[in-house]
């Protein structure tokens, strides 16, 4: 894991317990000190972290596309930063939304010497990730990793210790760290399946590319071969600006929406499941998270232009 | 779960994440009302959770064995309990100290109207449970449920939906009742293992009893042929008083305790692993959960008495 994105030794990896929701209090709990919480809506997961924060301090919003439908990620530059916050949180890929944060953003730059907590539950293991610029990052294992019922968090050795009162033993970072997360008897088999997963990852190629980078350009191929598909259709559309279009999530909508079951029925037929769109946005939804192989997204680009085809 | 633990339908049956030991924080968050917990302390696991719910509200030991090297269950005749506590906490079996409740305390009949909350996690399905004296049991899953990284919860509903404002929403037990343990991704193969387990539990079968009866008499079979050994001989003891003796961890003491390294070898020689002792109490243990066959413990018992005789 350590090897796979190029954690640097300052930082300990965690394997926590529950799902990735969890940690959206266990954040706060560890990090939050009793200060200012700064948030970055840009989706359904950011505001699920943001409502579940507001238990344990004061937060602030300093940046929110819901305006415009979560259509886009804020850029870092319009984000307004409260003066001392304890942490700033930013969700780097939006499951449901579809919006995904291409490049991480340079707190310090912005005049801010807090850390940045990222939520990379939906693209970890898909890309590298620039630690330089993170204090800390959480992410479910059910999307890349593994079964669900694991947590990975990447955390700054620095920003340990200074947990609420509040916090249980359990999900204190600095007891987890400190017993090799094994404070608790950990979730065996979802670790050893982890495991496999990373093996599995560190033996992809692409080229002359291997590992991390080689997914990575994987999965690029993959999101470019389908939102080709989409912006060249005339039948299908996606909603979210460009630069913040996601490789893992790509929610489109048919311009005539009765013909949805159509759409999906027929995809079922060719064994294309699962492309109902979130209940919260309707319409479709692909998830090619790294277990897709890009011939999987090229027989949905098939079937979507053949359906397209019939409509004509 | 519900038709092998003969769970009545006014509790609702949880499955939540991570180990047991996350619910002695999660157990004062839901129940503790800002109230007094009462906890009987009979061995580490009942200290631990006692150390855990001291972040969340005042606490107090109705009764303790420790001055005696929790060598029984302390009776309940003799607990002093407090006013009008949140709820009694009790560890129904001390996976360390060989210590377990063969028969629940019925607190209205102490003048108590609080819900006694056990922690089940080590002897789980290992015999019928009298709910009419429970209000809340919690068990990790790791023993004799399936796979670690699940622990089931089993709650009366009427104490549901006071949990603290301070209690994360995924391990608020009101939230997950509502949705159905599917608030966040459930750990997904750890319930898939779980439900094998049940199958497998509802077939087995011990003369007329089927089901957690006839595990409880295979139990009980297995646990007085290894506790006959230990008192029979010159070599071995146990230290906890005969009526609060465990069936599932059977800790016992060589007198010659030179003779440990040699005990532990010979043991290895014939495939009988993990017998040696907690580190807190040394000596040896027999861990016989459910999985552990009767022909398992006859191996053991063999082995002891033969190691025995080597050192006549």
């Not at 970055?40 to 300093?62: C, D, F, M, N």
């Not at 439908?69 to 449901?96: M, R």
């Not at 992410?139 to 249980?168: E, F, M, S, W, Y």
């Amino acid at each position: 894991m350590r090897t796979l994105l190029n954690i640097p030794n300052e930082f300990d990896i965690l394997f926590m317990q529950g799902g990735g929701i969890a940690e959206n209090a266990i954040v706060p709990l560890n990090l939050g000190r009793g200060g200012t919480l700064d948030f970055v809506i840009s989706g359904s997961w950011s505001e699920k972290s943001l409502r579940e924060a507001q238990r344990y301090g004061p937060t602030h919003v300093a940046a929110s596309s819901q305006a415009q439908g979560f259509d886009h990620l804020p850029p870092a530059a319009d984000w307004q930063l409260s003066a001392h916050p304890s942490y700033v949180h930013l969700c780097t890929n939006e499951t449901i939304h579809g919006v995904e944060c291409h490049t991480l953003p340079d707190l310090k730059a912005l005049g801010c010497d807090a850390p940045l907590v990222i939520d990379f539950s939906s693209h970890v293991l898909s890309r590298p990730v620039d630690w330089s610029r993170v204090g800390l990052a959480y992410g479910g294992a059910q999307k890349n990793i593994g079964p669900a019922g694991l947590t990975l968090v990447v955390v700054r050795k620095d920003l340990l210790g200074h947990a609420l009162p509040i916090c249980p033993s359990a999900f204190n970072y600095q007891t987890v760290a400190q017993n090799n997360s094994m404070f608790n008897t950990p979730p065996t088999y979802s670790i050893y399946m982890a495991g496999l997963i990373f093996d599995w990852i560190a033996r992809q190629r692409e080229g002359d590319l291997h590992g991390v980078a080689a997914l990575e350009a994987r999965n690029q191929a993959k999101a470019t071969l389908l939102y080709d598909c989409i912006d060249r259709s005339s039948l299908y559309h996606n909603r979210v600006q460009e630069p913040s279009r996601s490789r893992m999530n790509v929610p489109f909508f048919l311009r005539d929406e009765s013909l949805n079951t159509a759409f999906l029925s027929g995809a079922q037929a060719r064994g294309l499941l699962q492309l109902k769109g979130h209940k919260s946005v309707g319409g479709m939804r692909a998830s090619i998270y790294n277990a897709m192989p890009l011939a999987g997204v090229q027989a949905l680009v098939d079937y979507m232009q053949d359906f397209e085809k019939t409509q004509a």
